[in-house]
């Protein structure tokens, strides 16, 4: 079946493919002290800078939670917006093992903001109230929208005034930075994020994840909470080689860009037809779109792709580093097809 479900369907890039290839020659030392581990840490600190700590995780739901759990104790609580992965799709991994409260916050557009977080800044020293102590942000949001080196940095200015951090899930922060023409440490460290999951599956890579603290006196005891957590890695080169040859050069951005190019294709194939209605800005590699039922019913029986809101009839369609041209103008004029009949 075709998909356009979600760059977690996509294969492996093939020059990540490669560097696993090189990775498994021969026999390294285990648990990250091998050459392919400090390689890669050192990329990191190309983008990002020199003074940072970086932990190689397998999943994006251990970075987020094992991350989250760094900076917050169990009577503390960490402010997110509604949609987001860490309330809605990590099956309440952050609350279960961390017992830090999650405090949602709705959202039109999948972007939080000063004044919408402000309601929840409240009950501090107040022994009766869950103690906010983080927020934190997805990039590119859960609605495929970026949020703009500004906007972090007021919200982080906002969460260190009140002596709480700002946690960033970067799942795809890679097609943030390609829409926006940025470095990645534009929209982390230059702009106050305190901690980093970066995101590798979505972008091409077989499987792993980082947990960056940009202030690396946060890190202090993270080894352990990474042991604990069940996400140390003991052939750890296989996950660290993929990220340096994600990083080295531009193929990180390169597989980002295309994605975006091709769901910004789709929407301009889409943009007008009778029966379809985009309802986000297509700023990323994702498209929300309302059909009529029956239109979606059609279209899931050749394609894959998800319901996102089943009360609106709104789905989700995504690109992603190997979706080609011809594959979207496939698509696109069959959904013009079923929504024309």
Not at 47 to 74: K, M
């Amino acid at each position: 079946m075709k998909s356009f479900a979600s760059d977690n369907t996509a294969g492996v890039h093939p020059d990540i493919m490669a560097a696993l290839n090189t990775a498994n020659q021969g026999h390294c030392s285990a648990y990250g002290d091998d050459p392919h581990t400090r390689a890669a840490i050192e990329v990191f600190e190309e983008h990002f800078g020199e003074e940072i700590a970086v932990f190689f995780v397998f999943l994006g739901t251990g970075a987020n939670v094992l991350g989250l759990r760094a900076l917050a104790r169990p009577h503390e609580a960490v402010i997110c917006a509604e949609c987001a992965h860490i309330n809605v799709d990590e099956c309440g991994a952050p609350e279960a093992f961390n017992g830090s409260k999650l405090l949602a916050v709705p959202t039109t557009n999948g972007k939080l903001s000063c004044a919408s977080i402000a309601p929840r800044l409240h009950g501090f020293g107040n022994e009766h109230h869950a103690q906010p102590k983080v927020v934190t942000i997805t990039q590119a949001t859960e609605l495929g929208t970026v949020y703009g080196p500004a906007e972090i940095r007021s919200l982080a200015s906002l969460a260190h005034g009140k002596k709480m951090y700002l946690h960033m899930d970067g799942a795809r922060l890679a097609n943030a930075a390609a829409h926006l023409g940025c470095r990645l440490g534009e929209l982390t460290r230059d702009v106050g994020v305190d901690v980093l999951s970066f995101g590798g599956t979505k972008n091409g890579l077989m499987f792993g994840e980082a947990v960056v603290f940009l202030r690396p006196e946060l890190a202090a005891g993270f080894q352990y909470l990474r042991k604990q957590g069940m996400q140390l890695a003991s052939k750890m080169r296989f996950i660290a080689s993929q990220f340096e040859a994600l990083l080295k050069g531009d193929l990180w951005r390169r597989n980002a860009a295309h994605a975006n190019a091709m769901a910004a294709l789709l929407a301009e194939y889409l943009q007008g037809l009778d029966g379809v209605r985009i309802t986000q800005k297509v700023e990323t590699n994702v498209i929300f779109a309302q059909l009529a039922p029956h239109h979606i019913g059609i279209l899931e029986k050749e394609y894959y792709f998800y319901r996102w809101d089943e009360a609106r009839n709104e789905i989700r369609w995504m690109t992603a580093w190997d979706t080609s041209e011809q594959q979207v103008k496939a698509f696109a004029n069959r959904v013009r097809e079923v929504v024309s009949a």
